[in-house]
């Protein structure tokens, strides 16, 4: 009886150690929030743009066109994603397994005709200069920069010095 008691004792402790390793070895989520809350005169959609929470400007879409190709923005719902390199465009965040779509990034650039199904990032949204029934987001690049600066002190503060991959959530709301 005692023999069966001692393995016993030690499955659940075996257990009990690969849990704490898995949970020590688990990459830590980098959470980006996209909050839609309101729509621009072209019907646009027009969010909030949040890291772990923390305000970080603001996002412009297409507006919702079921979920056609270029033309419409994505569903809402939780997206694992990666960094993806692009040449000259530098780096952009790309979602992964979006229904239906291939492609969808969260990148640069100041107008609708920029989007192409994507997400655009910025300080702030305002009528186009060009088009006033467009609307369009500004400071898209030190919007990117400070996007990086977060995940850079995401990774650092879990003693990642960015030698470890951080796995990347995007919760679209609304």
């Not at 939780?78 to 779509?101: F, H, S």
């Not at 609708?112 to 994507?118: A, E, F, V």
Request: hydrophobic share 35%; charged share 25%; glycine share 4%.
């Amino acid at each position: 009886m005692r023999h069966h008691q001692f393995l016993s004792a030690l499955s659940v402790l075996i257990f009990v150690l690969f849990c704490a390793v898995t949970a020590v070895m688990a990459k830590p989520t980098f959470t980006i929030t996209i909050d839609r809350n309101m729509t621009c005169k072209d019907n646009s959609t027009i969010g909030r743009l949040l890291i772990n929470q923390k305000e970080m400007g603001r996002t412009l879409e297409l507006p919702w066109r079921n979920n056609e190709t270029n033309i419409s923005r994505i569903p809402q719902g939780i997206y694992d994603a990666t960094i993806r390199q692009d040449g000259k465009r530098k780096w952009r965040i790309q979602l992964k397994k979006v229904p239906n779509r291939q492609y969808v990034q969260i990148h640069i650039g100041n107008y609708q005709r920029q989007i192409k199904g994507c997400i655009l990032i910025g300080k702030e949204v305002m009528p186009n200069p060009n088009n006033k029934a467009e609307c369009m987001v500004t400071y898209s690049q030190s919007t990117l920069d400070a996007i990086s600066e977060e995940m850079e002190r995401f990774a650092a503060s879990d003693d990642l010095n960015m030698t470890q991959e951080v796995n990347i959530r995007v919760v679209v709301k609304g």
